[in-house]
């Protein structure tokens, strides 16, 4: 068991809504990653926040956006949702230099 | 050229044989090398990681890293069926944004019974 726990788990939207997806690190981890996983696909780096700072970011749009809080556990918020946003939303937490553990994913459809 | 490349498969082994996984990386300043494993409709678990060149044992698993040659692979010792999965590698830079995991797009694995 990781000890990271995501929800929700599975969520479906429409094109133009929000949506806000939520992720608890694992105890003593202050780095939280977010990958969007599309069928198929090797996981793409969304953003990474490093004691409530973001600490890189991939190739993503401004309306993917994310919050760390002080007890290190994170949100994802994505703004305009587009058909292509459907994906596994894979939230990772680790120490700034270690190894990612990943919670089970957030699976958002969007019609 | 893609950063980290896979070949996609699907690899098929019997079972009970070695499954040998491979992982190129254009990056040369990448400093850290990771395996996971992902089963369909699941979250990636990681299986092993390496910082040094050489081998690395653990268990039925062994990684391999040539930094020379910008290669990482994974062995996979008396293969089982449940080891049937997709294998993602991913690479670490070492500095700054480059600390962001660059991650192949995996390789499929059957191990038949």
């Known amino acids: 068991e990781t000890g990271v726990t995501q929800s929700p788990t599975h969520l479906i939207k429409t094109r133009g809504q929000q949506v806000t997806l939520r992720c608890s690190s694992q105890?003593?981890?202050?780095?939280v990653s977010w990958y969007q996983q599309a069928l198929g696909q090797g996981p793409q780096f969304i953003f990474q926040?490093?004691?409530?700072?973001?600490?890189g970011r991939g190739n993503f749009p401004p309306r993917f956006s994310g919050l760390q809080f002080p007890n290190y556990s994170s949100e994802l918020n994505v703004n305009a949702l587009e058909l292509d946003d459907s994906a596994l939303y894979l939230c990772?937490?680790?120490?700034?230099?270690?190894?990612?553990?990943f919670g089970e994913g957030s699976r958002l459809t969007v019609l | 050229q893609k950063e980290v490349e896979q070949n996609s498969g699907p690899l098929s082994v019997p079972e009970g044989a070695i499954a040998s996984l491979n992982c190129t990386y254009s990056?040369?300043?990448?400093?850290?090398f990771f395996w996971y494993r992902q089963y369909s409709g699941k979250s990636p678990e990681l299986i092993m990681f390496?910082?040094s060149n050489g081998d690395k044992e653990d268990g039925r698993f062994t990684a391999q890293l040539n930094k020379a040659s910008q290669y990482v692979s994974l062995l996979i010792r008396d293969s089982q069926p449940s080891d049937s999965a997709t294998y993602l590698c991913?690479?670490?830079?070492?500095?700054?944004?480059?600390?962001?995991?660059?991650w192949g797009l995996g390789t499929s694995l059957a191990v038949n019974p």
């Open positions: 390496i910082y």
């Open positions: 990772a937490s680790s120490l700034i230099t270690g190894e990612l553990f």
């Open positions: 926040y490093y004691r409530e700072e973001e600490n």
């Open positions: 990056d040369r300043g990448s400093q850290s």
């Open positions: 991913a690479v670490r830079g070492n500095a700054g944004n480059n600390r962001k995991l660059i």
């Open positions: 105890s003593g981890h202050n780095t």
